[in-house]
Antibody, heavy 117, light 107 residues
Framework: EVQLVESGGGLVQPGGSLRLSCAAS????????MNWVRQAPGKGLEWVSY????????YYADSVKGRFTISRDNAKNSLYLQMNSLRAEDTAVYYC??????????WGQGTLVTVSS | AIWMTQSPSLLSASTGDRVTISCRMS??????LAWYQQKPGKAPELLIY???TLQSGVPSRFSGSGSGTDFTLTISCLQSEDFATYYC?????????FGQGTKLEIK
C-alpha cells in the first residue's frame, strides 16, 4: 500500500525556518518524481515545488522561489522541504504528492505550518 | 504561467442530479489536465487524469472531457458521498496550477 506521511509542521515566527519531511513507503520511491502542494486555511490548492526522481530537475512556485528548497534522499525514501524566511502567507497545510503515471496520484495527510508571532 | 478559470465556484444540487464543472485554460494544454476531489479535513484524491481517464477505483459516474483549453468534469448521478470540493489542475507546464475549486453542496 502506497503511503506518504508528512511531518515537521508547527508554529514558527515570521522570518523563521522549518523543515518538512515526507516519508514514503509501499512503492519504489526512487522511480517517481514528487511534489509539495499547500493549502492555506479555507483556501484552494497551490502547487509549491517539484523534484524529479533523480533530483536532476527542480521547479518552484514564484511565491516561494529563493526561500524554499526541495530535496530528497532516495536511500531513505524521504522527501524534504526546507522553508526559510517564512511569512504569514506561508501558513498552510503542506502536502507531499507523488507524480504517478499521470498527475498526482497519491497524497499524504498533510502537515500544518503556522507562521505567527 | 497558465491561468485557469474554474466554474462555478459553488454548485447546489440534489442526490441523483447530473452536474458539470468547467475548467478553462489561458492557453492550450493538450490533455494534461486532472480532476481532484477533496473532502473537509482530508487530502485531495485523484479522480481523472489525462482529461478523461478515470483513476483506478473511481466510480464510473465520474467522467471528464475536453482538450486544448476547455475541459469538463461530469458527475452523472450524484451520490451523498460526492458532496465535496473539486479542483482541476494542469500539468502541461511549470508552474503547475490548480483551479479555484468548486464546492458542491446539497440543495
Amino acid at each position: 500500500e502506497v503511503q506518504l506521511v508528512e511531518s515537521g509542521g508547527g508554529l514558527v515566527q515570521p522570518g523563521g525556518s522549518l523543515r518538512l519531511s515526507c516519508a514514503a513507503s509501499g512503492f519504489t520511491f526512487s522511480s517517481y518524481s514528487m511534489n509539495w502542494v499547500r493549502q492555506a486555511p479555507g483556501k484552494g490548492l497551490e502547487w509549491v515545488s517539484y523534484i524529479s526522481s533523480s533530483s536532476s530537475t527542480i521547479y518552484y512556485a514564484d511565491s516561494v522561489k529563493g526561500r524554499f528548497t526541495i530535496s530528497r534522499d532516495n536511500a531513505k525514501n524521504s522527501l524534504y522541504l526546507q522553508m526559510n524566511s517564512l511569512r504569514a502567507e506561508d501558513t498552510a497545510v503542506y502536502y507531499c504528492a507523488r507524480f504517478g503515471e499521470s498527475a498526482f496520484d497519491y497524497w499524504g495527510q498533510g502537515t500544518l505550518v503556522t507562521v505567527s508571532s | 504561467a497558465i491561468w485557469m478559470t474554474q466554474s462555478p465556484s459553488l454548485l447546489s444540487a440534489s442526490t441523483g442530479d447530473r452536474v458539470t464543472i468547467s475548467c478553462r485554460m489561458s492557453q492550450g494544454i493538450s490533455s494534461y489536465l486532472a480532476w481532484y476531489q477533496q473532502k473537509p479535513g482530508k487530502a485531495p484524491e485523484l479522480l481523472i487524469y489525462a482529461a478523461s481517464t478515470l483513476q483506478s477505483g473511481v466510480p464510473s459516474r465520474f467522467s471528464g472531457s475536453g482538450s486544448g483549453t476547455d475541459f469538463t468534469l461530469t458527475i452523472s448521478c450524484l451520490q451523498s458521498e460526492d458532496f465535496a470540493t473539486y479542483y482541476c489542475q494542469q500539468y502541461y507546464s511549470f508552474p503547475y496550477t490548480f483551479g479555484q475549486g468548486t464546492k458542491l453542496e446539497i440543495k
